[in-house]
């Protein structure tokens, strides 16, 4: 497995990181960790890779585009020391363009995505052994609707964030695409955003596939 | 993977299969799963291989010992038509001679379980294409341990019974002490009897293995 | 306005005309009309047509389709001798097809949508003075979506059925789908089935129209 | 419609505003709109008008005076840039006076009522493209009564500021009168004060027939 | 005073009477008496004459009409053998003439009152030492509302009956209308009908003073 | 009656004026009273002696002793401009003296208690029209009884000082022997202590009687 | 220890004796022991004579007089086949007498309560091997007080059964006139009726001493 | 017995210690004691001794490590200036090392745990009149147990610096062990480290029997 022995792993993003973990909870604490795929995560390494020792920590907050992920970086990120950190984010960035236009929000433009997010993979990339890029997803197959479309878009660009810093890049789209094609998105989400626990199992594959746990030998 | 595109899986025992299940949900509906390793077997399976659509039913009840599953055994199994079955029971058997002597209650002895157990698989294999025993374990490697004694006891009368009628054993207790050997049994039990996430993690791996759930493909 | 003072005018449907009625409320009496589209239209009746005096009775219920008004459309309609009568039905007769195959349901086919449909209509229509159906809907403008597509195919099941016995046709669809040319869905709905205030006032308006009340005299 | 696309319309007042409003949530945000006219006022626009954007929030605080007005006006009124504004304020200032004197509380004089009112529309009329005057009022017919003949004298004042500045006034209680031509007020108050559904449905129609909502169009 | 010791008194009305009773309570037991008129006449005689030992027993129900009393008179007045039975009914005979005209109610007509109250008057004196007939009210001075007029109205028929039976009558109406002379109704009442404490103290004080209560001497 | 029209009467006590009121409340405003004599006095003064229209504030604080009172004097009397001042002081200085001692809690002497109500009476006479002192009690008719004897005590300095300030005094301990003549202190409190509402109505009676309150002319 | 080895102890009684247990708890089961008395006899029994494993069964019922014992002494004691019974029973019986006089309650005698007493201890002795007879008690020194007179006088009665069927007799008063020679009541109890944990434990001691728990070797 | 009349003692130590004490409460106020030893504790002195007058202090808090009641000695211990003091720590200072690793904390040692005992110790011994040190505990036999092999030496080193200052031990590991000779731990604890009530009962049993409470005379 890519993660060393005793090592630290930060999880950041929105609400689908946070999943209702207890925010006065110790970084892997009780509570500390959601009912999201970091608890699956967490689950699957503590109950099935156990001599590996990773401390996982949760750092999703409901609601965060990537802006609101700037202004906590230095204490949510920065001041836990993470060996590795993996970040999921910009389904908000695009959301809020589609509902938040009555509230006249001051909408993340791919621009302000882009540049937020290079600035931070730059700043941080010197301070951990590696970074994992989780793509924003949206639970659509039709590429045509407006809202999977910008996903898309925004992906695009996490993508080439990953690229640019040569860093390990999970296309969660695909995989939840890839399950789309047997069965409705009903039976892993009510909006299409939020996965329930069977959604949440298909991002910790794909995050735990991309560390390389060994499943068959465990 | 061993279960038949759209097959039903009944999966019966007590707390440990339980794990808060809404009693009164529709079978395979909101909140029928509960929170443990049958919650985990239906995210991997309508999560991961979404074309098999397998329907999963939450079958077990707080404080069963096989007595108990017998008493149910017609409405929770027979009435249900599952396809498959599997069975997880036997704590509770020898948990109340250790617990239940203040309270005199009668307890299940080894002969009323392998006989109860025989009989309940003698009636019920005929009628499903097959049926997982999973033994009943305790989370402490002290083999003297008067505890863990008894329960092997019991669990080695599940593995006659399940070789008796040629149906497969699911070893868990082998993949507790697997688990045990690098981590202390505080991170998956606070009892030593009831898992958390990561611990029902290794009992749903331990099953979804036995019915041949190809991990590297999902 | 089309109904007669005095008169008596049951609402009947799903969740969408349930919204959280007291089903322990007096017919008309406290709580009894819930927060979405019939408690808009007792509002505007009462509020803004006083002199017409109508009594507005809540009868949807969570999760119904066509099969379950069947079996209690004796006691809450024939039994409360309405006036007039208004049916919202079909949505879970298709969302079922969707979101109901893990658990094995028997879904509702076109065949016995209508069937049904037309026999209600045929026992109810000589005992009233007129019979309002109203479209099921979906908010999605992509006609291809498959979902859409299937309750498009219903909702012309229930108009071709208003024709059939000459009855008002409400088209909510087409005032959803107007609605959705300016705005995303996600301003009237989380999930794209159940409204919010303003997705209701939707709902309202296109049946206050259909009755006749005369907005620009009150 | 008078309302210019976009466009961002504060509501300000006492208890009849507020409704329940989350005092937490984001302007136009979830939670922030109550139960009251103002959220019937959101329901119309953003349903029935979606392509006019209007951005709608509710600034009622319960128990206000125009006294507490003037006290929050900065931060409630001119640091929120509305484009347009509507105030109902006055019931307190006059209820005040019949149910305050064992508290021995200081009450708004007409005096004070009407130079507080014309103060605050002074500093606001330049900063904003419309200010819409609604009339306080009490749900009674008999004009002798002395609660009535006090609110009259106060909506009187309201009338004539209107006037003075040139601002459009709405006779709500004009349009309470009409109802009650027709039915007892116990079916839209249940103190002749605070309006439940369909009295707010009134008051909601009162104001978008006075911004000119084209009924007939939508 | 005019009960006797050691005797049983049982009240009789509607949410007047009952204020929050307990059902469940044993008749003069702990929560059994309400927070109303009841609960302080309780309290008078219990604290200011315990020598007379008097056993007060609460009856109301809440939205009790006559129609209502009569169907509960036999296990909630004949079965309790009370020595003296107080009565105060007709306020909901009245008010859903007003507001029940929408739920399309059975209203109880004067004749039926009369009948219903002189019916029970009749089966009832001569099992008990005394009945205190209790005028409905209705909080407000102006003669002509049509409620008062109509709660003036039902109050005579109860006044008729207590002289056609020669029981004595107590004229809350006018108590209440002293009150009215020197405050406004706010201090006594949210909506003209239910009573807080201050104006139960009214009614206590207008049953006590009839029973003959020496508040000088106590 | 002794209190002038539209004074205001503070009543300043212990957890026997207290009785729960809420400390958010306005003065007189809505919840302010509590259930206790207090909450019968306003209600007497309001509902019998409309005219009067006095302002009545409840100040009592649990478990208060005379030390408290002395630390919030300022603030709780002072700063309120009573027109008409009560005060009930001195259960928890006896009681402390019997259940205190384990907590080894500092008691309020003889002393103490005699210098600080002077101290109080002294500094407040001149800025008030009356001050009512009313004595504390112990509901125990045996005056050999440890509490009873301690209480009566310092009822005794009270009863001093009023004498000394020329101050009515209200002998509540007189009224609860009158009544534990007749019945048991059951049916007035649970500890002898804190009242029941009819043990509150003795005392609301005390007070009224001695600022004069006309029963028979109400 | 008089109790022998595996042996079952029945606790009957009232509100002392029951103490907030689980009705719906399995006999000795969690949650069957409530607070008092009866959980301080098992937690010695359990923790400090582990070897004797006796269960201890609490049956004691809130508000019970030894009329109620009679009714559910099939059931509470003869069904349950205890080896030894506690009885205390009494201050109900006693109290009723002078905190039911105004709810007019049938009050239970001396002769009724020695006849009762009597005829259960009659039945039941023969198929036990011992009675534990506890004394009623009311924590006040006082010897003339009327409640304590009256409680002595039912304490001979059941001292008098005792001897009369030469069954053990524990004088629960004596104990707790002992300790009140030190400290006031107040510290074991709030109304001289129901101990709290320090009151429990004198009547825990008693009993235990009774039964000869060997406290220096434990 | 050792402690001398009128004294005070307080408790400190973890959550064994704590038991649900409210920390909002006065010290031995109510509610003070939690439901643990130390309410055992205090029961039996305030019941069974009560001439004795000891006030008993809890100080003990959830999850505390030696490190916590050296950061909290000046206020929970100095400042209460007691006269004597019981310290039971070291049971999370043992379990972070098998429960924390994940969570990646800072052990405490065996020589931080001695050096701060030592030195809290030194401090505190000549304040008071005595310290009772009392052994943290594990609940299990097997003496190789790895958690039980680890308090054993924490133990030790409590009993060593206990011997350094002339300190009386109280061995509760040698009390539990003999208690588990008899019945297996489910009885007294869930976890085997946090006891219930007979559980408690063990450990005040050993304080008291340090202290000299004489059992025969009470």
Redesign the interface.
């Known amino acids: 497995m890519m993660l060393e022995k005793?090592s630290?792993l930060v999880m950041i993003g929105d609400s689908v990181t946070d999943c209702g973990r207890d925010y006065n909870a110790?970084?892997?604490?009780w509570g500390s960790?959601g009912d999201g795929y970091v608890?699956?995560v967490?689950?699957?390494l503590?109950?099935?890779a156990?001599?590996q020792?990773?401390?996982?920590v949760n750092k999703g907050v409901n609601g965060d585009t990537i802006r609101h992920l700037k202004n906590r970086w230095q204490q949510d990120v920065i001041d836990l020391h993470p060996d590795y950190l993996s970040i999921m984010i910009g389904i908000n960035d695009v959301?809020r363009q589609?509902?938040g236009?009555?509230?006249?929000l001051e909408v993340v433009s791919p621009q302000e995505y882009e540049q937020t997010y290079c600035a931070l993979l730059e700043q941080t990339k010197p301070l951990v052994k590696n970074i994992f890029i989780l793509s924003p997803f949206f639970m659509e197959l039709?590429r045509?609707?407006?809202?999977r479309r910008r996903v898309e878009e925004y992906a695009e660009i996490a993508r080439k964030a990953a690229k640019k810093y040569q860093l390990p890049y999970v296309d969660v789209q695909a995989r939840i695409d890839r399950?789309l094609?047997?069965?409705?998105y009903?039976?892993?989400s009510?909006?299409r955003v939020h996965p329930n626990?069977?959604?949440?199992?298909?991002l910790a594959?794909a995050f735990l596939d991309e560390i390389g746990l060994e499943?068959?030998q465990?």
Chains 1, 2, 3, 4, 5, 6, 7, 8 share one sequence.
């Open positions: 005793g630290r110790a970084p892997a604490g960790y608890s699956l967490n689950a699957c503590t109950g099935l156990p001599e020792k990773i401390m996982v959301w589609f509902d236009e009555l509230q006249q039709n045509n609707d407006p809202m399950y094609q047997s069965l409705s009903f039976y892993i009510g909006d626990l069977p959604g949440h199992m298909i594959k499943w068959n465990r």
